[in-house]
């Protein structure tokens, strides 16, 4: 990346000045290097003199100059300059920018990615609704921030899994299946009723009517108990696939589904508990069992075994954070959780800490509520079923790039409003389809022009306003990537993403690709294609289609 080169440059020359006597000799500190906010400032900005100020005993300004007059020789800049109180800028050279093409249609489909996780292992996981219910449509948020964020990890070298937890035990699965048995007797005449605590949407009544019909009433020949526990098991199935269907649909695919139930078959939350209590982290009171959160610096302790000798989910939240860490030997773990968990994150955090896990390992993302919409008017009920809007309804309806767009639009911290009349539109309002139709003119383009062969074009001849703006914002993906795993952000790439079609189609609009100049026309071709390469892998984080045509 352009940044790092600066970053040495200037290590260098401050190495050579220390050596020359122009600066005290010191350690010198990690080099600064930032995007300055006015393109007036050039293209990159070093604070690096400011930092060295007091090391150095020296005005900022003296100490910019001493660093400019040692950077090594290099084509990268055509304009290094010292500006008060104490920066250098760095204006690239419009020869080496051009030169930048060739080396972007070079690396292809690997144009973006960055060496920062050197391999390390790094899992995701997201979504992990309770397969209680179909997915609504605030876990398709959940589902496009992990994803792409995989993606992203992936692309900055990590060894990145998706991975969902299927919360297949505790008191909720007990509810379903309370609730399933009900259903399941009504349609054949019994009165039962649904628990108050159960789940009362129509979809119960839609499954119940289909283990009717492949069952008939033998299940009601069962005792109660053996009843729910056989309706557990072909419930729980319905609602998996269900749910793995509308995954499929927004083009997720996990690596792997974890049942919560295999950590009680496998004897982990027996042996997390064990391991828990031998570390002076779990204490009886009240005829309960509880994690000590407050010998961790937590308000207060949490229980994990109920009076009635039942876990808590934390409990096996805790054991399954053990396997993730402890059995698997993940280096780092990022959970997203949906805003109804934010309570339960530093307890988590204090639980990891407990079983002898450094914290930091553990990243936690709190996506916020959606707000779908038609326009102005707020939409709150499914007209399918007069009930909750599922994600496969929203699916259906805008399709899954659209999806995956809007809800990545805004930072995972912030509550969105998804609008679903602008995500079906057919125009330049859509950002989704503003992006893709700029991907769309591309391959148009290199289709009309498929009669050319421009592998010998000279990139050099890229030197107009409009070209060079491209090749700019073209550069920024590898920075973008770093920047994005390093943060957790994804939601930088549709906003990204927009500002490249808008600065393509600029070019488009001021310089004729094919035209009766043929030298320049090679070139141009070089950069449409160029361009087609960072869209598409731009699109490709996002988990989003890159089509030829529209």
Request: charged fraction near 25%; glycine fraction near 6%.
């Amino acid at each position: 990346m352009v940044k790092d080169e600066i970053m040495q440059l200037l290590a260098e020359a401050g190495r050579s000045a220390q050596a020359k006597g122009a600066l005290p000799s010191f350690a010198l500190p990690e080099v600064p290097v930032q995007r300055p906010a006015s393109p007036a400032h050039g293209d990159y900005a070093s604070s690096l003199p400011l930092k060295l100020a007091r090391a150095a005993r020296m005005n900022p300004l003296a100490i910019a100059q001493v660093l400019v007059q040692e950077l090594p020789p290099t084509d990268l800049f055509a304009l290094v300059e010292v500006a008060p109180p104490g920066f250098i800028n760095f204006t690239l050279s419009p020869q080496w920018l051009a030169g930048q093409v060739d080396v972007i249609a070079r690396e292809g489909a690997a144009f973006g990615n960055v060496d920062l996780g050197h391999g390390q292992s790094v899992q995701v996981e997201f979504v992990s609704a309770n397969p209680t219910g179909p997915l609504t449509a605030a876990s398709g948020r959940g589902g496009a921030l992990g994803d792409a964020l995989a993606n992203v990890l992936v692309a900055a070298g990590y060894r990145a899994t998706r991975e969902y937890y299927v919360n297949d035990s505790g008191s909720r699965m007990e509810a379903f299946n309370q609730t399933l048995y009900a259903r399941y007797a009504q349609l054949l005449g019994r009165d039962v009723e649904v628990p108050a605590d159960g789940y009362h949407g129509a979809y119960m009544v839609e499954i119940a009517r289909e283990i009717v019909a492949e069952e008939g009433d033998r299940l009601l020949r069962l005792s109660r108990r053996e009843a729910e526990v056989e309706l557990s098991k072909l419930g729980l199935a319905k609602m998996l696939s269900s749910i793995q269907e509308t995954i499929a649909l927004m083009g997720i695919r996990y690596d792997a589904w974890f049942s919560e139930q295999s950590l009680y078959d496998r004897g982990i939350v027996a042996h997390v508990l064990d391991l828990l209590r031998e570390r002076g982290y779990v204490g009886e009171r009240e005829g309960a069992v509880w994690f000590v959160s407050t010998a961790l610096g937590e308000d207060k302790d949490n229980v994990l075994v109920r009076r009635n000798g039942v876990p808590t989910y934390f409990a096996s939240d805790i054991a399954y954070h053990y396997d993730k860490f402890c059995i698997r030997k993940l280096d780092q773990v990022i959970d997203i959780w949906g805003a109804d968990h934010q309570g339960h994150v530093p307890r988590m955090r204090a639980a990891v800490a407990a079983l002898g896990v450094a914290p930091e390992r553990l990243k936690i993302l709190i996506h916020q509520m959606i707000t779908l919409r038609r326009g102005n008017e707020v939409v709150r009920l499914s007209k399918r079923t007069g009930d909750i809007i599922t994600l496969r309804e929203v699916l259906e309806e805008v399709g899954a790039d659209a999806c995956r767009f809007f809800f990545l639009s805004r930072s995972a911290d912030a509550h969105m409003d998804f609008d679903l009349e602008l995500a079906k539109k057919q125009s330049n309002e859509n950002p989704v389809y503003y992006v893709q139709y700029a991907h769309a003119r591309i391959a148009s383009i290199l289709r009309y022009a498929s009669g050319t062969d421009y592998a010998d074009g000279d990139v050099l001849l890229l030197q107009h306003e409009a070209e060079q703006a491209l090749i700019r914002k073209m550069l920024e993906l590898p920075e973008l990537v770093e920047l994005m795993a390093r943060a957790l952000e994804p939601h930088h790439l549709p906003h990204y993403a927009q500002e490249l079609a808008a600065i393509f189609h600029s070019f488009y609009t001021q310089c004729r690709v094919v035209s009766d100049d043929l030298a320049l026309t090679k070139a141009r071709l070089k950069l449409v294609e160029a361009a087609r390469v960072v869209l598409a892998n731009t699109l490709h984080l996002m988990g989003i289609t890159a089509p030829e045509q529209m």
